[in-house]
């Protein structure tokens, strides 16, 4: 954690643009329609704050489904196939927005060091008898598995 917030307070952008940013964007609170890839709607707001929305890029690319088996994003998504690598949501996202991407792994590392740190509280409230234990310990894998992806990510 220490040398991860080290890159980030290194590297911090000097310069970003406010925005609406939704705050836990994945790819399930996304729906897509029946009938194609097309998105028809984007759930679950209550995080929804002013910010950077390069952070909610990050955080869908943190959390993205990388067919193995990851803790985090649970790939059921991976498993039918014929999803974009993160290269491509970044060109996709590039191609519509005039935002300066250069600092996309810096969003990303945040995205994955913010999330760890949301659900490793829930770690703690099962180890408090305050919570499922089952569940807190399987939050606890994926917390340790986002900080070693923002690790690696930040080169760490």
Do not use: Q
Not at 79 to 92: K, N, Q, R, S
């Amino acid at each position: 954690i220490a040398e991860v917030s080290g890159w980030l307070d290194r590297r911090r952008p000097a310069h970003w643009k406010p925005g609406i940013m939704h705050g836990d964007y994945h790819a399930a609170n996304v729906m897509f329609s029946r009938t194609g890839p097309e998105v028809v709607a984007i759930v679950d707001w209550e995080m929804c704050t002013i910010g950077d929305p390069l952070l909610d890029l990050g955080w869908l690319l943190v959390t993205w489904p990388d067919g193995e088996g990851n803790p985090v994003t649970g790939d059921a998504m991976a498993t039918l196939g014929g999803l974009p690598g993160p290269d491509e949501l970044i060109a996709h996202y590039a191609a519509r927005s005039d935002r300066d991407l250069s600092a996309i792994d810096w969003y990303t590392v945040l995205a994955g060091l913010k999330l760890a740190i949301v659900i490793e509280g829930t770690h703690a409230r099962a180890l408090a008898g305050k919570a499922d234990l089952t569940t807190g310990r399987r939050l606890h894998d994926a917390a340790v598995d986002l900080l070693d992806r923002a690790a690696a990510i930040a080169g760490v």
